[in-house]
């Protein structure tokens, strides 16, 4: 290859929570102390262990090399390269720089998109599982969440339940929902059918979609993102949608995401709404750094990094059918997160989802707490780190902490 995705980077002491969970902010770092011997393997917040691609560093570092940073506006090659990004690789057409709009995150976007869309106490339909940004910021504001729980196949596949979904848009006189394509933390990449019988439920309810699609980049071999904006005409008029690099990329610290909205009303007001808090600006190395990101080499650096995560998931799936007998995962399409379900390991072993978590800590292993996506005796992991160190990871767990009874 010839980006570096073996490189074992030390993150201590470099502003990444990931390898700190004692400096978490917010309240959702694994418990437990690591006892000596171990070294911390990252597995719980949604960041990667690999070193961005350089044309990051460098267009940031070609900026800094001019000594001043006053007010600006964005350049025409930021709009630019989104266009071409989304151009080649959603094969999006007809995407104009009057579209696009900058957004400090894209959760910050839904809340704002959400004020538009909705009145204190409405109620907002998500899929469940559901992101904890979610569960917890959207709630906080007002907002009552209604999950529509989604149901495996008997292939293991993730789908919408249709029927579930339009009978509490009916039920609880619904006019939102929040989609999450593809979908965190199951890692669903949706096939474009299924998005086309949403989008019939969606304009037979008069619903409304704001699209967190921060993940369409990370799609794993074999799948392709579909923009919810390309499935028909009125998806395109009553979707709002959020992308950032910041996930691609892994440049979270850098702050910045962009909503794309093609409706002119909807549009007018998720600007304006947007504007109020007054500090949804721009930081001009962020801006620069997305300009690095969409290059042809970032997409390059891209391409290999999903060949990494490919085979990082490969392996972890298989592992875990074969040596974690009672755990069932249900194998990704896309992001590089996996949802372990632990119910009936748990149940057959004694023990509680607290004390499994626990046993991680202590081997080094970092991994989060399922209940934060509101599932009971889940834990999901992140595998956007060196081969060597997922293997690292699993091993330890097989010979520490995952032990059936008998064994």
């Known amino acids: 290859m010839k980006y570096d995705f073996t490189s074992i980077l030390d993150r201590r002491g470099m502003d990444a929570i990931a390898v700190a969970p004692d400096e978490d902010p917010y309240g959702i770092a694994p418990a437990g102390e690591t006892k000596e011997g171990f070294d911390l393997i990252p597995m719980w917040v949604a960041d990667m262990n690999f070193p961005t691609a350089p044309t990051i560093c460098e267009a940031m570092i070609e900026r800094a090399k001019h000594p001043a940073f006053g007010y600006f506006a964005p350049r025409k090659e930021y709009y630019d390269s989104i266009i071409n990004w989304h151009e080649v690789r959603n094969d999006v057409k007809g995407l104009k720089a009057e579209h696009i709009g900058y957004q400090n995150g894209v959760l910050g976007g839904v809340?704002?998109?959400?004020?538009?869309?909705?009145?204190?106490?409405?109620?907002?339909?998500?899929?469940?599982?559901?992101?904890?940004?979610?569960?917890?910021?959207?709630?906080?504001?007002?907002?009552?969440?209604?999950?529509?729980?989604?149901?495996?196949?008997?292939?293991?596949?993730?789908?919408?339940?249709?029927?579930?979904?339009?009978?509490?848009?009916?039920?609880?006189?619904?006019?939102?929902?929040?989609?999450?394509?593809?979908?965190?933390?199951?890692?669903?990449?949706?096939?474009?059918?299924?998005?086309?019988?949403?989008?019939?439920?969606?304009?037979?309810?008069?619903?409304?979609?704001?699209?967190?699609?921060?993940?369409?980049?990370?799609?794993?071999?074999?799948?392709?993102?579909?923009?919810?904006?390309?499935?028909?005409?009125?998806?395109?008029?009553?979707?709002?949608?959020?992308?950032?690099?910041?996930?691609?990329?892994?440049?979270?610290?850098?702050?910045?995401?962009?909503?794309?909205?093609?409706?002119?009303?909807?549009?007018?007001?998720?600007?304006?709404?947007?504007?109020?808090?007054?500090?949804?600006?721009?930081?001009?190395?962020?801006?620069?750094?997305?300009?690095?990101?969409?290059?042809?080499?970032?997409?390059?650096?891209?391409?290999?990094?999903?060949?990494?995560?490919?085979?990082?998931?490969?392996?972890?799936?298989?592992?875990?059918?074969?040596?974690?007998?009672?755990?069932?995962?249900?194998?990704?399409?896309?992001?590089?997160?996996?949802?372990?379900?632990?119910?009936?390991?748990?149940?057959?072993?004694?023990?509680?989802?607290d004390e499994l978590l626990r046993g991680g800590v202590e081997v080094g292993v970092l991994w989060q707490d399922g209940r934060q996506f509101n599932r009971p005796d889940s834990i999901r992991m992140n595998l956007a780190l060196p081969t060597s160190r997922v293997k690292e990871a699993f091993e330890r767990l097989a010979k520490y902490v995952i032990i059936t009874n008998g064994a």
């Open 111 to 353: 809340l704002s998109a959400l004020a538009v869309l909705c009145s204190a106490g409405d109620n907002v339909l998500v899929h469940a599982p559901t992101y904890v940004g979610f569960l917890g910021e959207v709630g906080q504001m007002g907002y009552n969440l209604v999950g529509s729980d989604l149901k495996k196949d008997a292939n293991g596949v993730w789908r919408m339940d249709y029927e579930d979904m339009e009978a509490k848009i009916r039920k609880y006189h619904i006019h939102t929902m929040i989609f999450c394509s593809p979908h965190n933390p199951t890692g669903r990449v949706w096939e474009r059918e299924e998005l086309e019988k949403a989008f019939e439920i969606f304009a037979r309810n008069d619903v409304y979609v704001i699209s967190d699609e921060i993940w369409s980049d990370l799609t794993l071999e074999g799948y392709k993102h579909i923009p919810l904006q390309s499935v028909s005409e009125d998806a395109r008029n009553r979707t709002i949608a959020f992308y950032a690099p910041s996930k691609t990329f892994n440049l979270a610290g850098l702050v910045g995401s962009y909503h794309i909205i093609y409706n002119d009303y909807l549009r007018d007001r998720v600007v304006r709404q947007s504007s109020l808090s007054v500090y949804n600006a721009m930081n001009v190395l962020s801006m620069h750094a997305l300009i690095g990101a969409y290059k042809d080499e970032g997409m390059a650096w891209v391409d290999e990094l999903r060949q990494v995560l490919t085979a990082n998931v490969d392996y972890a799936c298989d592992f875990i059918a074969e040596h974690f007998k009672g755990i069932e995962v249900s194998h990704p399409q896309g992001t590089y997160m996996l949802l372990l379900d632990c119910g009936q390991w748990l149940r057959e072993n004694g023990k509680t989802i």
